[in-house]
């Protein structure tokens, strides 16, 4: 069992829901993201999404576009990357999801991938782009190293999609509450409902909300129907919006612990 299934099982035992916090590598810098990554453990995540930054980010909205920009000025590269999950792995287990596009990881070589990622303490990927119908060298070069592969699934997938995709996925699936690219949102979306139990009609896996959650109220309500919660954009503006400040992980820590009652 993945450390994944193992930290949704556990939830699961005790009740209990979960907070998927999504940051951007290298936003403001490696070292901060670092930090950034152990704080979000300490401040409540049951699993962490590390976006690895891309130049043609299409799934996502402008925060999230904005702060690969400001990563990509650094030039580092997905070694660079997975050596963070390598420094923070020394003070947390909570498990990091890789967020990316096939295009780097590609790049970088898939077999490659697997067991670097595997080495630094990766637990999962999820690739935006990736179509399930072409996963499957994918998926067994990341099953080879005990490494969960997170799909997508959207109000738009049909019924038969569903069954396509929940049967390649592993770890949880990730429901998008809304169509459209990630960003804040006043409300969720009453079809992210009515997805949750689509999935969970074809799929025992767990079942994780992203794409416009963005308060502590949001969150709560995807608890209501799902298993848990993922934030994006809303903690990448506080990166933006604080990155010049002294105090800006602690700060961080504040906000997310603040979306899940601490």
């Known amino acids: 069992m993945s450390r994944i299934a193992e930290t949704f099982a556990q939830l ?26 152990i704080e979000l453990a300490r401040a409540g995540a049951t699993l962490i999404e590390l976006g690895v930054p891309f130049s043609d980010p299409m799934a996502d909205g402008p925060v999230i576009q904005r702060a ?4 990509l000025t650094h030039h580092f590269g ?4 997975l ?20 295009n780097p990881l590609f790049q970088f070589g898939i077999e490659r991938l697997a067991g670097a990622a595997a080495e630094a303490g990766v637990d999962g990927v999820l690739v935006t782009d990736l179509a399930p119908e072409e996963s499957a060298a994918f998926a067994n070069a990341l099953r080879s190293h005990n490494l969960d592969l997170i799909f997508l699934v959207a109000p738009t997938s049909t019924d038969e999609r569903l069954q396509m995709i929940t049967r390649g996925a592993s770890g949880f699936i990730y429901a998008v ?29 767990p ?15 995807v608890w ?6 993922v934030v994006g954009s809303a903690i990448v503006a506080e990166i933006e919006r604080l990155s010049s400040t002294p105090d800006l992980v602690s700060a961080i820590g ?5 979306l899940v009652g601490r």
């Open 78 to 81: 997905i070694e660079d990357v």
């Open 83 to 102: 050596s963070v999950v390598t420094q923070a792995r020394k003070a947390t287990d909570v498990p990091v999801i890789l967020f990316s596009y096939f």
């Open 224 to 229: 209501r129907y799902a298993d848990a919660a």
């Open 12 to 37: 699961k035992r005790e009740g209990k829901k979960g907070f998927i916090p999504f940051i951007v590598a290298g936003d403001p810098d490696l070292a901060t993201t670092t930090d950034l990554l």
């Open 177 to 205: 509450a809304r169509t459209g690219v990630t960003g804040t949102s006043e409300d969720t979306s009453q079809s992210a409902e009515s997805l949750v139990a689509r999935v969970r009609k074809v799929s025992n896996l």
């Open 207 to 221: 079942v994780a909300v992203g794409f416009g959650i963005s308060n502590a109220a949001q969150v709560a309500e």
């Open 68 to 71: 690969s920009e400001r990563a």
């Open 254 to 258: 504040e906000f997310a612990g603040s």
